[in-house]
Each structure stands twice: as C-alpha cells, then as structure tokens.
C-alpha cells in the first residue's frame, strides 16, 4: 500500500527557477526521506527529516515537514538541466510493525534549458 | 568503495524458468532489501533481511525468496516467472534500517515473455 503521494504527477520549468514538489502521507511517521532518480538508473539518497524537524537544507534542496498536515514539501532553487529526474517521498510510519519504508509514486521533473 | 552492486542489468526469461538476482554490498550494512518497480508506481518491498540469517516478507513476497548468508550478499530468487514479474528490480542497503539513508543498487531490468 502507498502511503506517500507525491504532488505534482509531472512538472515542467526552465532552467533557473525553482521548483516545488509535494508529499503527503497517511499516518504518523518517524521520518520523511526524499531520493531522486536518473532515468534508468538507482535512486539517490538527498535528504532525510524527522518527525519533530521542520525545516532541513542541503545545498540548493530545502525541505520542510509539517505533521499536523501530514505533508513535507522539497524546493530545489536555482534549477539546472541535471536536475531532471524523478523524485520520491519515503516515509517511515510511526510504530509500524513492518519495518518497510513506504514510497510514493513520484513527480517527474523536467527542466528545460 | 562499489556501494551496492546488482547483476545482471536486464535479464530476459520466460514463463516458468527460474533465476536468481545478486545483490552485494561492501559498506557492511546490516539492513537489505529487495524493492520491485513498476510504471506510475512507487517502490514495493518484496522481502527484507535485518541481518545475516535473518529474513522476512515485504509487501509482494510471493513467487519470489530470499537468503542471506552473509552480511555482503542478499540474493533475490524467481521460482517460476510469470509475465506479472516483468519489471525494474534494485537491491538497497542501509546501516541503520529506516533511520538512516539507503544506498541502492543500479537496478535489474526483467522482461518475462
């Protein structure tokens, strides 16, 4: 079962703007990961948010998570053509028997030079 | 450092025959798992191993088995294909399970026919 839904489905924008993606999710979690994907290729860890975090950085990444709506948000600024890829929310749910993250489906983005 | 290694890279079967993934990682991780990946879907666990000798069942464990013999290797075995196994596999490994960032492989792509 999907817990993460990842919003947009597909995005689009040139080279040098930001883009938003969105992950909301249904129960409470310990963590929120996000991972970027190569087309054709593994995914690649970016960045990981705990429960009682809001707001973490890495480099031109910012992510927040808000709990009491259940979602996190990944902005990449100043966006680049080697940022085209897919993206994924995973979520750790809170006292989850079954030890497995649980992945959205991703947005794809695309960015035109 | 190979990270987390998959062999083979495609892989093309048909219906009834078996085969067996690898998957080895050189990080000394004790969390491994297996995910399949299908089009407009997020990644579903198949199996997991929290250590060596220790396996269980994911999301979709069924026609598929796991072992782990060491704390390097985790292979995923097919028992008997089925067109419904058609899809991209990665092997994934993390040093602390669900806490911590997980290393992927760069997939196996398998076409059953």
């Known amino acids: 079962s999907q817990q993460g839904e990842e919003d947009p489905q597909a995005l689009s924008i040139q080279e040098g703007e930001n883009a938003t993606m969105n992950c909301s999710y249904k129960?409470?979690?310990?963590?929120l990961q996000w991972y970027r994907q190569n087309s054709g290729r593994g995914l690649v860890h970016l960045i990981l948010?705990?429960?009682n975090e809001r707001e973490k950085h890495s480099g031109r990444l910012r992510v927040t998570l808000d709990t009491s709506k259940k979602s996190s948000s990944l902005l990449i600024t100043a966006s680049r053509a080697a940022d085209t890829a897919s993206y994924f929310c995973a979520t750790d749910p809170y006292m989850d028997s079954n030890y497995q993250l649980i992945w959205g489906a991703g947005t794809k983005l695309i960015i035109k030079p | 450092n190979a990270g987390v290694t998959q062999t083979p890279k495609f892989q093309v079967l048909k219906t009834g025959q078996s085969m067996t993934l690898q998957c080895a990682q050189d990080?000394?991780?004790?969390?491994m798992s297996w995910y399949r990946q299908d089009p407009g879907m997020g990644l579903r666990l198949i199996h997991y191993?929290?250590?060596?000798?220790?396996?269980d069942q994911g999301e979709v464990p069924n026609g598929y088995n796991v072992s782990r013999s060491t704390t390097e290797d985790f292979p995923l075995r097919l028992l008997s294909a089925a067109p419904s196994q058609t899809s991209v596999y990665f092997c994934a490994s993390s040093d602390r399970g669900l806490n911590t960032e997980a290393f992927f492989g760069q997939g196996t792509r398998l076409t059953v026919v």
């Open positions: 191993s929290v250590g060596a000798g220790i396996t």
């Open positions: 990080m000394n991780h004790e969390y």
């Open positions: 129960t409470s979690i310990n963590n």
């Open positions: 948010i705990r429960s």
